[in-house]
């Protein structure tokens, strides 16, 4: 690597190589960094396969130049599905070129994209959208080896984690290096200076706390508006107290942060992508043997997993109320119970992905054995969260609830689990890689897209088996006091409340059965339950569902055939009322409105005649 001993007017330049699809960016970003004698940009890349071939050449020992940063573009192959994905040259690049760092140069600031690039190997992050300035110190202290990320803040501010590299001094054995002779600081210099520390620390301690705040998902929008203002309010009153009171004069007795602490060292990443696990280990995709063809899959499958899983596990720390305008049946648990079922189901999932992987299963009997699948879920979950040998008196008698829960599973199995869609495309993905669709579109493992459908597909799955736990307790021991106070939420645990919430989950699934999913099949898409940070929403995804349209009947036919005639006859009936209505208004403006003002004033001239002749006559 270059030699980091040296002042930066005489250390070597830091060798660069820009990776991005964008050759307006790369040439925009090559001209900026050529005005900095510190920065060599040796080659540039439009795809992965291109910089890993760069990468090879400059290693070669017949002309070997030593690479200190890859600036890579995160959704490298986002659009193009055949292309090696940005997260695949990541994870090549670390397990091939272990001393080069990567800083990730990208728009994309989703938490589980930052997250999955951490697992990647990357070193650094900062979007494409930030400051110059800020990008060339960002790529500066990167390339010297610091770990270093730019954590985004509502309203456009941003946070640069960690502290940059000093420039180490030389020794001053040799008489250029000795330092001027000056003359002893004055009283009112080092009163300045003794207030510029203390004010710094008192802001630095407010922008720790206000740091603080703004990473707490639960924040209204109002509140997190209120908190980026005082954040950006404390940065411009720091400069502000550096710039008045600074004593370039007065040496500094011990080292003085440059930096505010804004966030925590190393990596600083919204709540909802502190992973929970950070140790996960992370297997090279391929050596530096293997031909570059073969390396087109972003991460390996336990490493792509781990990544999603970690994610909806930092999720579920937030808030977890229904935002949703549909009654689930976890709605009736409080919170803490709420974050525990999800914990065991999520628990049990990669249990029975773990499984799968080490059993060798081919990806046709995943279709087989999927209903099977999250029976097994199900059942492992609902033994956990509840207890096996758990048991409640019922007249006189003590009856154990998993295995009366256990009865119902011929019910649950057709209510809730058959209806969770896209399970098998979610189980292939993570154990064999296939490719996802998402709105028509098939992205292989790893790229951005893929990644995002797959945390929601994992997000409705937990939801509904939570659901499918909780629908069999309603059923046989809705009423059983002692179940309330264990698991009720305290609001609906009188008779009245509990009957209501009872009865309005009833309603729902009879109008989501007759009404809601033939219009989601017309509509060919699904209503997908996620973790938001702030609570549970829905989100409408696009997918073919044509099979299921050519198999409806009866009443669920009845609906989308309705919905076709409305969709036939609304536009013409608007059209035909439109023109009606045209037509109504020019008749009342122009016929007889133009009528009723030649009338009106024909009756006004004829008073003023009468006027006029009543006049002359008096005369």
Known sequence: MSDRTASPEERLPSNLIIVDHDPVFRLGLRIWLNRFPDLNVVAEAENGETALQVLATCTEPSNPVAIDLVILDLTLGQFD?????????????????????ILLLSSATEPLLLAAAQQAGATGYCPKSADVEDLTTIIRRVAAGERCWIQPFPGGSRSITGEPPRPNRSTGNEPGDRQPLTRPPNSFAILRRNLRRSGLQRIDAAIADVVAQLQNLNLSDLDRAVVAGRYRELRAARWLVN??????????????ATTAPTAPTDISLPPSAAVARPNRSIQPIATASEPIALQNTIVTAQSLQAVLFDAVLAKLQTGLDNQTNAPLEIDILREERKRELFYLILRKLEGLLNELRYSQIEP?????????????????????????YYAVPIDNQSVEVVSALLQEESLVQTEILDRIPLVVEFF????????????????????????????????HLVIQVANAIVQPLLNRFANVEIVKQTFYDRRLRSIRELERFRNNLSW?????QLFRDPQNIFESQYRLFTFTGRGIKQRLVY????????????????????????????????STISLVGNGVIYVLTEVIGRGIGLIGRGIIKGIGNTWQDSRYSRK
Not at 81 to 101: E, K, L, N, W
Not at 543 to 571: C, F, K, M, N
């Open 81 to 101: 599905p055949a292309q090696m994905q940005g997260f695949a040259v990541c994870q090549q690049i670390r397990a091939t070129y272990p001393d080069v760092s």
């Open 243 to 256: 710039q008045l009171l600074a004593t370039p004069t007065v040496p500094e007795s011990e080292p003085e």
């Open 364 to 388: 046709t009997q995943i279709i087989e054995k999927r209903s099977s699948m999250l029976r097994d879920v199900w059942q492992a979950a609902a033994t956990d969260f509840f207890g096996k």
């Open 428 to 459: 292939n993905h993570l154990l064999f890689q296939t490719p996802l669709e998402v709105d028509g579109t098939a992205y292989v493992a790893g790229n951005p897209e893929s990644l995002a459908r797959a945390e929601l597909i994992l997000d």
């Open 508 to 512: 729902h699934y009879r109008v989501e």
């Open 543 to 574: 997918a073919p569902r044509t099979r299921e349209l050519e198999q409806l009947s009866g009443v669920r036919l009845a609906v989308t055939i309705l919905l076709e005639a409305r969709d036939a006859i609304a536009p013409r009936l608007r």
